[in-house]
């Protein structure tokens, strides 16, 4: 079984709706969950941080965490086109960057006009 | 843009060579990771570097070595390239010490052996 699982789509929706994305993972250790969207060929740019569990929210974006299911979730609202992108769901054990990040292997979302 | 730039953006080489990346980290960041990203997967971590020293090694061969500065820029090499080293590779800049901080990628290297 993988640290962190990821459903790698591909994941298709009209322009206006809600995307929901998910991530499991089995190391309970994990304390720092990030989401990060990366456009093809470029670098991963950080979305969303998340201490521990709960929701935070950033404009269109919201993450949630349940630590005691071991799931995470980004929700985009008012999707775009330009939300297009594969959005790759990270984690650590230790101080968000300190060790290292755990990645899931992306979810590519194709948001139509 | 997150200030970490990675040079060469692509590079192609040969089976058997010796290839050196290069990272610079956003400024007041002490702390550079290094990732490869294989097609269609996410980034696996290789090493960090804190203070100049390996701070930490993912599972990959002695052949993966790194470099950090006193700047806190960052070298990645890889000795007797394979087929599958073929990858983008990137690296990421944080600031260790501190509660509640981030990794900031840079736009990465891609690097394909022949």
């Known amino acids: 079984q993988k640290e962190v699982e990821q459903d790698p789509g591909p994941l298709s929706v009209p322009e206006g709706a809600i995307v929901s994305l998910n991530c499991t993972y089995s190391n309970s250790a994990f304390q720092y969950f990030m989401w990060y969207r990366q456009y093809s060929r470029k670098g991963p740019e950080l979305l969303m941080y998340?201490?521990?569990?709960g929701n935070k929210e950033d404009g269109r974006f919201t993450a949630q965490v349940d630590k005691s299911s071991k799931y995470i979730s980004l929700f985009i609202r008012d999707s775009q086109p330009s939300d297009s992108a594969t959005y790759l769901c990270?984690?650590?054990?230790?101080?968000?960057?300190?060790?290292?990040?755990?990645f899931g292997k992306g979810t590519l979302l194709t948001v139509n006009p | 843009e997150t200030g970490v730039t990675q040079s060469p953006t692509h590079l192609i080489k040969t089976r058997g060579q010796q290839v050196t990346l290069r990272c610079s980290s956003q400024s007041g960041h002490n702390t550079v990771s290094w990732y490869q990203q294989a097609l269609g997967q996410g980034p696996q971590f290789i090493f960090q570097y804190y203070r100049e020293e390996e701070n930490g090694r993912g599972n990959f061969p002695p052949r993966f070595s790194g470099l950090q500065f006193p700047n806190y820029s960052s070298e990645l090499n890889v000795n007797a390239l394979e087929l599958d080293d073929s990858a983008l590779y990137l690296c990421a800049s944080s600031l260790q010490g501190t509660i509640n901080t981030e990794a900031f990628f840079g736009q990465g290297t891609r690097l394909t052996v022949v």
């Open positions: 998340t201490y521990s569990s």
């Open positions: 990270a984690m650590s054990d230790s101080g968000g960057s300190n060790y290292k990040l755990t």
